[in-house]
C-alpha cells in the first residue's frame, strides 16, 4: 500500500550544526509533501511543505527538498538548537492537499550541547 | 487560546467500557480530521468532516469506532466495547476549506485500556 517511510529512526547533533531528515515516499502521484515535528507528549506541529511542482522551499532555518525523481525528501534544519530536539514526520496528502495525510514512521533528532 | 483543543488529555478504562473523546477546532475551520498514534509511529488517519458531513470513514479501525460533528463544530470520536489495541494517542486537527492549507493538530488523548 501506500507509504511514507524514513531512512533513520534516531539522528544526533552538536549544537550549531545543520541536520538532515530523510525520507521515501512510494506514491508518485501526491502532490503536496510535509513536515511535521512533534515534541513529547504533545500533537505535531506544521514546519513546511512544498508542492510537486517544485524541487525546494526554504522557511526560516529550514529547507525542505523534494526529488520526484527517486521519491525522496528531505528536511534540513540549519544551525540546530537544542529546541529542535523532538521527533520529524514526512507525510503527504491524499486524494486533494490535506484530506488523509498519510505519515511516516518518523525520526528522532537528538540535539546535544 | 485559539488552537484545536482535545479533551480530556488523558483517560484510562477497563477493557469493555465505551469511551468518548472531544475535539474543538480553530473556530473559522470548516474540516476536522482524526488520527490515531500508536507508540514510535506517525498518526494514522481514521475520518474526517467537512462541517457536519463526515467525508470519509473508511478507514475507522472497526464498527467500533464512530465520530459525528453535528454542529459543525466541536466533535466526537466514540470506542465501544474498548480493547487493548486501542490504546494509542487520539489526534484532531482542523484546517480551512482549501485542501492546500495546513491542517492544525489537538494535543491529542492519550487513551489507556486495562
Known amino acids: 500500500g501506500e507509504s511514507v517511510g524514513l531512512h533513520l529512526p534516531t539522528l544526533s547533533v552538536q549544537e550549531g550544526d545543520n541536520s538532515i531528515i530523510n525520507c521515501a515516499y512510494s506514491?508518485?502521484?501526491?502532490?503536496?509533501f510535509i513536515w511535521y515535528k512533534q515534541e513529547s507528549g504533545k500533537g505535531p506541529q506544521f514546519i513546511i511543505d512544498?508542492?510537486?511542482?517544485?524541487d525546494k522551499r526554504q522557511g526560516q532555518r529550514v529547507t525542505v527538498l523534494l526529488n520526484k525523481t527517486v521519491k525522496h525528501l528531505s528536511l534540513q534544519i540549519a544551525a540546530t538548537q537544542p529546541g529542535d530536539s523532538a521527533v520529524y514526520f514526512c507525510?503527504?496528502?491524499?486524494?486533494?492537499?490535506?484530506?488523509?495525510?498519510?505519515f511516516g514512521a518518523g525520526t528522532r533528532l537528538a540535539v546535544h550541547p | 487560546d485559539t488552537g484545536v483543543s482535545q479533551d480530556p488529555r488523558h483517560k484510562i478504562t477497563k477493557r469493555g467500557q465505551n469511551v468518548t473523546f472531544r475535539c474543538d477546532p480553530i473556530s473559522e475551520h470548516n474540516r476536522l480530521y482524526w488520527y490515531r498514534q500508536t507508540l514510535g509511529q506517525g498518526p494514522e488517519f481514521l475520518t474526517y468532516f467537512q462541517n457536519e458531513a463526515q467525508l470519509e470513514k473508511s478507514r475507522l479501525l472497526s464498527d467500533r469506532f464512530s465520530a459525528e460533528r453535528p454542529k459543525g463544530s466541536f466533535s466526537t470520536l466514540e470506542i465501544q466495547r474498548t480493547e487493548q489495541g486501542d490504546s494509542a494517542m487520539y489526534l484532531c486537527?482542523?484546517?480551512?476549506?482549501?485542501?492546500?492549507?495546513?491542517?492544525?493538530f489537538g494535543q491529542g488523548t492519550r487513551l489507556t485500556v486495562v
Open positions: 507525510a503527504y496528502g491524499g486524494s486533494g492537499g490535506y484530506n488523509k495525510l498519510i
Open positions: 512544498i508542492r510537486s511542482n517544485m
Open positions: 506514491n508518485s502521484a501526491s502532490d503536496y
Open positions: 486537527a482542523s484546517s480551512l476549506l482549501q485542501e492546500t492549507t495546513e491542517a492544525f
